[in-house]
């Protein structure tokens, strides 16, 4: 990849940098007055190892609206504070991490604007590996952020803000003003002196697919972009504004939907290749929760952003009560549904989505512990899936579209079903894998999605890093400690493959590229997380008053 490498600072690939103030939230925005943000309050779980170290000092600042300070702003010397830096011993990985980071970076102009899917040399086919994806960068971007390097996520919020602005076509066929592209690509011209930018919106994809989480991760990047530095003026500026309200605008816009959630086509996410996620996948209905709510922090209430205001404060309300009532499931819930009747009609209906008993897999019901629960797949029109999503389930405790109970309940189905879903090597992208038969028909026979490969049921290291904020944000840090002794045992030493194959993931990826940058990323920002939990506060919303589900006292309830 043209373009030189930065150096690390120090043999760990981290920066020394100044104390920031934290950054306020505007309480204008709140959901009740339009968001009512109550104090953390974090629980010792049974998976709480009773460490002091886990969660008081080290760099926790909470502010008074309940939040988080931003990443690294606890008012010790940060990234690192001295006393975490002396705490932990830096794992050797760390320092081939930073190093192998820096050789993924992409300049423009001289300007470092992103990081490359992989870098893998030994390939000999690049396919778009070599290209900057939206939602690959997340992960960097994060990773640059706790470490005090701003100036390449800032250059790529910019960047893809510019390419948004390109019209765009699919044969014949134009894009939504505010669609996001999927993946760019900087093209170096050596003899002109010329850089030459070209994006993909989804018309050079495999299965021709736009990609609809690009426009929430990057809403999300620039609230993390927010917190971590102090500075409001990038979020609050015309560009951005304008950004933020055109993604809005497609995902806001009224049509013939009876449901808050959005409606999507198969590999529209981070699951790009036909799965049979279509419909109302868990993902981007998480990420799309997510992005509303940040929204909010960073729109300004002036005429134009006012108008989107109330209509966000509205979904939300739908959306929250929506998933919260027929995605989740638990014990009870599944016993339930297995007792429905069909057929019903009328407001009263019990089974309001006609969904028959008998289409319930076998294997939920081994699965469902008697403690524990999770948001499902997808819920439509007489179809339930009841495959679990890891990126939509940890996104729905990061954002709090998860109860502090569901999200307790989710930690616990992990624990309980430790072998299904991290095994031996974190963290099954979903469960369980298709087969037979009905992998024929659901993948259309994709001979990279055969079962408990790439995305049907295979290992991704990159979502340790989702993994890990929500562990700590629910106060379970030690089910991300023990998934990281998992990943230090064997990702260095396997090359930073992009996903694993196998039941419990024990083989590297059949198709899965070397040194693939989120794997790499992802392991940092983890890693980083773990060690000063303070970071949290860049990829974390915490529960909205307004949004919980009113609790009514019994009229024979008396003093």
Known sequence: MEGSVATAPQSSGMRKIPSYQSVTEPDDFDLSKLLDKPKLNIERQRSFDGSVSDFSTIGMNFKADGGYSPAMRSGFDTPLSSATRNSFDPHPMIGEAWEALRKTMVYYKGQPVGTIAAYDHASEEVLNYDQVFVRDFVPSALAFLMNGEYEIVKNFLLKTLLLQGWEKKVDRFKLGEGAMPASFKILHDSTRGVDTIVADFGESAIGRVAPVDSGFWWIILLRAYTKSTGDQSLAESSECQKGMRLILALCLSEGFDTFPTLLCADGCSMIDRRMGVYGYPIEIQALFFMALRCSLYMLRPDTEGKEFIERIVTRLHALSFHMRSYFWLDFQNLNDIYRY???????????????????????????????????????????????????????????????????????????????????????????????????????????????????????????????????????????????????????????????????????????????????????????????????????????????????????????
């Open 341 to 559: 009747k069909t057929e019903e009609y009328s407001h009263t209906a019990v089974n309001k989505f006609n969904v028959i008993p008998d289409s319930i897999p076998d294997w939920v019901f081994d699965f469902m512990p008697t403690k524990g629960g999770y948001f499902i797949g997808n819920v439509s029109p007489a179809r339930m899936d009841f495959r679990w999503f890891a990126l939509g389930n940890c996104i729905a405790i990061l954002s709090s579209l998860a109860t502090p109970e569901q999200a307790t309940a989710i930690m616990d189905l992990i624990e309980e079903r430790w072998e299904e879903l991290i095994g031996d090597m974190p963290l099954k992208i979903c469960y369980p894998a298709i087969e037979n038969h009905e992998w024929r028909i659901v993948t259309g026979c994709d001979p990279k999605n055969t079962r408990w490969s790439y995305h049907n049921g295979g290992s991704w290291p990159v979502l340790l890093w989702m993994l890990t904020a929500a562990c700590i944000k629910v106060g379970r840090p030690q089910i991300a400690r023990r998934a990281m002794d998992l990943i230090e045992s064997r990702l260095q030493k396997d090359g930073w493959p992009e996903y694993y194959d196998g039941k419990l993931g024990r083989y590297v990826g059949k198709q899965a590229r070397k040194f693939q940058t989120w794997s790499i990323a992802g392991y940092l920002v983890a890693k980083m997380m773990l060690e000063d939990p303070s970071h949290l506060g860049m990829i974390s919303l915490e529960e909205d008053r307004a949004m919980k589900p009113l609790i009514k006292r019994s009229s024979s309830w008396t003093c």
